[in-house]
């Protein structure tokens, strides 16, 4: 059997989640689904990064072996199948030992928020109609490049054998209406982003300093995290991995 990459992006307002659990459309079983019926065969995929529900993604990879030689036509047939909401961009022939989720070396997300009502950006943003001062979020975000350890920014009950990750890139910028959160790191934890983008804005209306939200950090407690952040204006933006990709067509 060979390996392969498979790239897709979608928005998630309609799902369940990425993974297939029951009694919930999820992204991971609309294309087991889709790849069931073309291939005709059954196909289990495994996911680089688990998104929660309503967490929509630029970018995200799963892979899956079989023995069908892949074309690019493959790809124009999936997306028949596949819901509006989910497009599969591209797929790559891959090492065997190639894993999607474990071989990936860093992982980038981004939060948007959107501070003046718009039916454009309903379900794709955060509607905060709060003022709020950038350089003070900044500040804030500036910290995590700091630190290591974030299980104040895991959610209660989550199970990992770990709470380091290493954060590479933090940064706030506003573009006209649009606010957009950016962080990169080699792994997150379930919550983490959320939870990182409540904290702050608690800093950018003035509610916390920047010492108090290095206490939080420092803390190890979830309960001092502000996790309220709806689920809609989170993106997985991108994932990467060594050079081992070949592109399919």
Not at 95 to 107: L, M, T
Not at 122 to 145: E, V
Not at 163 to 178: D, L, P, R, V
């Amino acid at each position: 059997m060979k390996r392969y990459f498979i790239e897709v992006a979608y928005n998630g307002a309609d799902f369940g989640g990425f993974q297939i659990q029951a009694n919930q459309q999820t992204i991971q079983g609309a294309l087991e689904n889709a790849m069931n019926i073309l291939f005709r065969e059954p196909i289990s995929l495994t996911g680089a990064s688990r998104t929660d529900a309503g967490v929509h993604a630029l970018q995200n990879f799963l892979h899956f072996d079989t023995d069908i030689p892949i074309t690019s036509k493959h790809i124009y047939n999936l997306n028949s199948l596949l819901p509006n909401s989910i497009v599969v961009n591209n797929i790559y022939a891959v090492p065997n030992e190639a894993h999607s989720r474990f071989d990936a070396v860093k992982r980038s997300y981004i939060y948007k928020i959107h501070s003046k009502k718009s039916p454009f950006l309903d379900g794709r943003s955060w509607f905060y109609p709060f003022p709020l001062d950038i350089k003070a979020l900044q500040y804030a975000a500036d910290t995590l490049l700091n630190h290591t350890n974030f299980e104040s920014f895991s959610k209660k009950n989550s199970t990992v054998n770990t709470f380091e990750c290493s954060i590479t890139k933090a940064k706030w910028e506003q573009e006209g209406e649009i606010l957009t959160f950016s962080i990169d790191s080699n792994r997150f934890l379930r919550g983490m982003i959320r939870g990182l983008v409540g904290t702050m804005l608690h800093c950018g209306r003035g509610q916390l300093n920047t010492t108090d939200f290095i206490a939080i950090i420092e803390s190890k407690n979830e309960q001092n995290v502000d996790f309220s952040t709806p689920a809609h204006g989170l993106y997985l933006s991108e994932i990467n991995y060594p050079d081992y990709f070949q592109k399919i067509g």
